[in-house]
């Protein structure tokens, strides 16, 4: 899914325009026990409840994709007969009114969500009638030949309110507030079928993690029967360890600048994208050989990066491996930081045969947030 199918299924999430057929929840306590169930048609809700809902509905479809959300298509074993797509078909087309295979996915969810505290199961179900799109792109809801069935689950933590006092307006007086049980946006969810080329996908699947550096691979793998790709931080270590194994002596900070360069200005280009630009194998090898990588240093490249990948079907989503914010130089003592557009001002130098970064230093200088006067050379007056 593109940031544009995923803005879509977001907007629905409306009273005027909600899919929604029936809601179901399950709250688990920190031991693992379920404390209370409820299901019910979503449009029966009061309004202040559903829109509650709303916002953590599309929380769970929010983030960027490559990071938060992830695209993950079912391997074939799974989707044989008895695999965890046979089974979230089969809870899809129960539009949940099954009780059986709804207590079936919660015990699911408990065994392989590995979190210790309370937390509070959501599950929909909703059919989305897909609006044909004309070639300006206006939707057209009067010509609709597809039916989006899907569900999407949301798990949120449930936390104690902190302590603190409050105004009793009964009593007129300040007073010690009590402490509810809140339920919080959520930490993972995902939706199934995946909605791709705007329409339903049943071999993909769209994982949702508010921390991109926490997947949660084993409720991935067990329930949902698909493998997570490499987390944001994993594909950032991973391409810096390309370049430095792969340039050697040629990694030097020019290099490694202009490698920089070239990707924010990728990322640039291709903003308005729906798809964000990720780098497969050939694109790593091409931008390493455009920047000094020799064919003796490439020799082996394809094998290191399947081994730092985990696949040669690897995708490093470039806004993963690179800082559009931030140039960072890093020594043992220092950190130089600078925005990206702003590298060319650091310069290296050789001093009294001591390898420096060079920073110019105008008329503007402040230290600890006092103006300064900027150093001058000896023979100025």
Avoid at 244 to 262: F, G, M, N, P, R
Avoid at 290 to 299: C, H, K, M, Q
């Amino acid at each position: 899914m593109n940031k544009k199918e995923v803005a879509e299924i977001k907007r629905l999430f409306h009273p005027d325009r909600c899919p929604i057929t029936r809601i179901c929840g399950c709250y688990v306590d920190g031991e693992k026990n379920k404390k209370t169930k409820m299901k019910d048609a979503f449009l029966s809700l009061p309004e202040e409840e559903m829109f509650k809902y709303f916002e953590i509905l599309k929380k769970t479809l929010s983030g960027t994709i490559g990071r938060n959300l992830l695209d993950m298509e079912f391997p074939l074993v799974q989707e044989a007969g008895g695999g965890a797509q046979e089974y979230l078909m089969k809870l899809r087309n129960s539009q949940l009114k099954d009780d059986e295979l709804l207590d079936e996915f919660y015990d699911k969810v408990i065994e392989t969500f590995m979190y210790p505290e309370n937390y509070y199961i959501i599950l929909i179900h909703g059919a989305y009638d897909i609006p044909k799109k004309a070639s300006d792109g206006i939707e057209m809801f009067d010509a609709s030949d597809d039916v989006y069935n899907f569900i999407l689950c949301s798990i949120c933590p449930v936390k104690l309110t902190k302590p603190g006092l409050c105004y009793n307006e009964d009593t007129n007086s300040i007073e010690q507030r009590i402490r509810d049980w809140f339920v919080e946006m959520p930490v993972t969810g995902f939706l199934f079928p995946a909605f791709t080329d705007r329409n339903t996908d049943i071999h993909s699947i769209l994982y949702y993690s508010k921390n991109p550096d926490e997947l949660n691979a084993e409720f991935a793998h067990l329930l949902l029967g698909c493998e997570l790709p490499l987390t944001a931080s994993s594909q950032k270590e991973t391409f810096n360890a390309l370049v430095a194994d792969t340039l050697q002596s040629e990694c030097t900070y020019e290099t490694v600048k202009t490698i920089h360069q070239a990707l924010n200005g990728l990322l640039e280009e291709r903003k308005d994208d729906p798809e964000p630009p990720a780098l497969d194998k050939n694109d790593v090898k091409r931008l390493l050989s455009e920047n000094g990588a020799t064919e003796e240093t490439l020799e082996h490249f394809d094998e290191e990066f399947e081994q730092a990948g985990g696949s040669s079907q690897t995708a490093l989503y470039v806004s993963n491996v690179v800082n559009r914010r931030r140039f960072e130089i890093k020594t043992p003592n220092i950190v130089i930081q600078v925005k990206p557009e702003c590298a060319d001002l650091i310069e290296t130098r050789m001093l009294d045969g001591r390898p420096y970064f060079v920073i110019p230093a105008d008329d503007s200088v402040e230290v600890n947030g006092i103006p300064v006067r900027a150093p001058h050379s000896d023979n100025e007056n």
